[in-house]
Every structure is written in structure tokens, then in C-alpha cells.
T-cell receptor
């Protein structure tokens, strides 16, 4: 079945460090890809999305590029802030039942 | 404002008791979903519905039941058959079949067995 694999956390960084969270997917067909963010005790919020190969989604300094050849959608940010501390979920969706990875906890220290 | 409302935010269940979690949306979405979140396990799909009066089991449906009598509402009942119900439950909705549309989530219900 369809699935998403993302790197395990926690990822611990100092403020202004570079962030990468790896995500790969398995799906029959051609899903849309998403990154969501979850703050403690809350639901998930959309961070960014891409609907076709080579599309780059971006928001709040975060970026991810849809790589069909490697079935990947890695999340990056050039300079993280303490306020970025949260759990990040990679997901496939669009015309598919939304399917999520296990989540990666990011902790940013001042 | 359009959105998804889950209630209650916190719920306590005694052993052997059924409890129902509410999920209401005013986004006019056809599809609705229930997920269970446990630490380190991400979101696991319990049930989903793509149209009124129809729903499908997800990956972990045992011990749960749902109904979809109205487009706006998709309540989840955690029955006494669910042996380990303590978890964070998330309801979501989306317009089905649209590539560029994400799922929208409620704020969640934290269920604890006492």
C-alpha cells in the first residue's frame, strides 16, 4: 500500500543552523506531497505542498522539492529559529487518502 | 470562519465504557477522516468517509465505530472492545479528488482511560 517514510527524531539544532528532514514515499500512481507542522496539543497545519514532479513548495523559509525519480520530498530551511520547534509530518494526498509519516520532532536551542 | 471543530478537548473513559468523540466541519468537504496519534507512531487511519451514509475502515478500525448521517458531522465512538484507547484523536476533512488541496485538521481530542 501507499506509505511515507521520514527520518526519526528528535532533531536538535542551534538557532540559525541548517535543517534537513528526509522524506520518501511509496505510492501507485502520482500523489501530491505535503509537509504539515504540529505544535504541542494541537492539530496539524499545512506547511507547504507540491502537486507534480520538480515542483518546489515553500513557506516561512521552509522548502521542499518533489523528486519523482527518487520518490522524495525532503524538507529544508536555511536558518532555523526557536519558534520552529515542533513536530513535522510528511504526507501524500491530493486524490489519495492522506497518508502520513511518523513525524520528526525538531528542537531548536537559542 | 470555516474549519473543523472537535469536542471535547479532553475526555476520560472508565474501563468498559463507550465514549463518543465529536467532529463537525463547515468547509463543505465531502471527505472526512479519523486518525489516532500515539507517541512515535505518527498518524494511523481509523475510519474515513467520502460521502454521506458511507464509510470505510482504515488500518486500525477494530474497537471503533463511526457514522456519517450528515455531511458536516463524523462522530467516532470508542467502544469497550478497544483495549488500549488512550491516545490523541484527530479528525480531518478534505475535498476528494483534488490534487492541490490539503487535509484540514481539528484541534484534537485527548482520550485517557482511568
Amino acid at each position: 500500500g501507499d506509505s511515507v517514510t521520514q527520518m526519526e527524531g528528535p532533531v536538535t539544532l542551534s538557532e540559525e543552523a541548517f535543517l534537513t528532514i528526509n522524506c520518501t514515499y511509496t505510492a501507485t500512481g502520482y500523489p501530491s506531497l505535503f509537509w504539515y507542522v504540529q505544535y504541542p496539543g494541537e492539530g496539524l497545519q499545512l506547511l507547504l505542498k507540491a502537486t507534480k514532479a520538480d515542483d518546489k513548495g515553500s513557506n516561512k523559509g521552509f522548502e521542499a522539492t518533489y523528486r519523482k525519480e527518487t520518490t522524495s520530498f525532503h524538507l529544508e530551511k536555511g536558518s532555523v529559529q526557536v519558534s520552529d520547534s515542533a513536530v513535522y509530518f510528511c504526507a501524500l494526498g491530493g486524490s489519495y487518502i492522506p497518508t502520513f509519516g511518523r513525524g520528526t520532532s525538531l528542537i531548536v536551542h537559542p | 470562519d470555516g474549519g473543523i471543530t472537535q469536542s471535547p478537548k479532553y475526555l476520560f473513559r472508565k474501563e468498559g465504557q463507550n465514549v463518543t468523540l465529536s467532529c463537525e466541519q463547515n468547509l463543505n468537504h465531502d471527505a472526512m477522516y479519523w486518525y489516532r496519534q500515539d507517541p512515535g507512531q505518527g498518524l494511523r487511519l481509523i475510519y474515513y468517509s467520502q460521502i454521506v451514509n458511507d464509510f470505510q475502515k482504515g488500518d486500525i478500525a477494530e474497537g471503533y465505530s463511526v457514522s456519517r448521517e450528515k455531511k458536516e458531522s463524523f462522530p467516532l465512538t470508542v467502544t469497550s472492545a478497544q483495549k488500549n484507547p488512550t491516545a490523541f484523536y484527530l479528525c480531518a476533512s478534505s475535498p476528494p479528488g483534488q490534487r492541490n488541496t490539503e487535509a484540514f485538521f481539528g484541534q484534537g481530542t485527548r482520550l485517557t482511560v482511568v
